[in-house]
């Protein structure tokens, strides 16, 4: 299997601009979660997917920011215009449910850089 | 709020010693603990995952110990390799939170050959 697949891997862009960020979960699981890590916060949980449906958003930090999940295999994230505040590593992850005892699959994760 | 704190920061240690690395985390209503690898660039691989009624967890030379508790949680690593080093991360899902994970800030270990 090929993991858990995001791209781009690194992106650089200007403030105001628009950013996708894409990821493609583990054939099969049902759940996908969008993570953003910084030397500040740490690693936060921005939103969840289960069945593409939007479980959890309460993490994303402000309307700029949009996640949306067409089909199993596809999802990404928008950011609407972008600011230096929101670079960041971006992750994407996956699991087969969101029962108890089941653990979740990073990707790589997206390098953003805001300028 | 669910808060997870790792402590220390930063160890380094020479290799083939034998290591703790530690968890706190502030409300013990928790379904399970898990301990994630992180190689610098690269994404997290789960390393254990400890269910709520359970006390520890092995793999090979890791073995991850819970006190629900107490809200306490220690990853011991045997025998230390420079392979080992990465950064060490906790994280918990409380209890009908559904997938969601908190995640603590990390341990960056180095051993040193």
């Known amino acids: 299997d090929a993991g858990v697949i995001q791209s781009p891997r690194h992106e650089v862009t200007e403030m105001g601009q628009e950013v996708t960020l894409r990821c493609k979960p583990i054939?099969?699981?049902?759940?996908l979660f969008w993570y953003r890590q910084t030397m500040m916060r740490g690693l936060e949980l921005l939103i969840y997917f289960n069945n593409n449906v939007p479980i959890d958003d309460s993490g994303m930090p402000e309307d700029r920011f949009s996640a949306k999940m067409p089909n199993a295999s596809f999802s990404t994230l928008k950011i609407q215009p972008s600011e230096p505040r929101d670079s960041a590593v971006y992750f994407c992850a996956s699991s087969s449910g969101l029962e108890w005892g089941v653990t979740q699959y990073f990707g790589p994760g997206t390098r953003l850089t805001v300028l | 709020k669910q808060e997870v704190t790792q402590i220390p920061a930063a160890l380094s240690v020479p290799e083939g010693e034998n290591l703790v690395l530690n968890c706190s985390f502030t409300d013990s209503a928790i379904y399970n603990l898990q301990w994630f690898r992180q190689d610098p660039g690269k994404g997290l691989t789960s390393l254990l995952l400890i269910q709520s009624s359970q006390r520890e967890q092995t793999s090979g030379r890791l073995n991850a110990s819970l006190d629900k508790s107490s809200g306490r949680s220690t990853l011991y690593i045997a025998a230390s390799q420079p392979g080992d080093s990465a950064t060490y991360l906790c994280a918990v899902k409380g209890d009908n939170q559904g997938g969601k994970l908190i995640f603590g800030q990390g341990t960056e270990l180095s051993v040193k050959p």
């Open positions: 054939s099969g699981h049902n759940s």
